[in-house]
């Protein structure tokens, strides 16, 4: 049975910074392609960030250059690192995966990634 369990939200001041963790079991976690989504309230699920297998990384023009996606094959765990946070950023935060790669836009859908997990709150206030 595949699990991803995310933690590491909370509330934190604008400017600040957190990191995010999304621990993966059952599945062969070096094989999948990873990504983060938000989902701010009264909105849909956008995508944040995706890292493949190899690495490579793709970010929302939203957090480009605030945020840093990143995986530890070894802990079968991905990060994702947000820095000069904003009220904005405010959302739940979940991890996705996925086995196929996603090419192009398809790695921005909701709809492509197979596992989900329950997701972290993040607030960014004053």
């Known amino acids: 049975q595949v699990q991803l369990v995310e933690s590491g939200g909370e509330l934190v001041r604008p400017g600040g910074s957190l990191r995010l963790s999304c621990a993966a079991s059952g599945l062969t976690f070096s094989t999948y392609y990873m990504g983060w989504f938000r989902q701010a309230p009264g909105k849909e699920r956008e995508f944040v960030a995706h890292?493949?297998?190899?690495?490579?990384?793709f970010y929302a023009d939203s957090v480009k250059g605030r945020f840093s996606i990143s995986r530890d094959n070894a802990k079968n765990t991905v990060y994702l690192q947000m820095n000069s946070l904003k009220p904005e950023d405010t959302a739940v935060y979940y991890c996705?995966?996925?086995?196929?790669?996603?090419?192009?836009?398809?790695?921005?859908?909701?709809?492509?990634?197979?596992?989900w997990g329950q997701g972290t709150q993040v607030a960014v206030s004053s």
């Open positions: 996705a995966a996925n086995m196929e790669q996603l090419i192009g836009t398809a790695k921005y859908r909701t709809s492509e990634y197979d596992y």
């Open positions: 890292i493949t297998r190899g690495s490579s990384t």
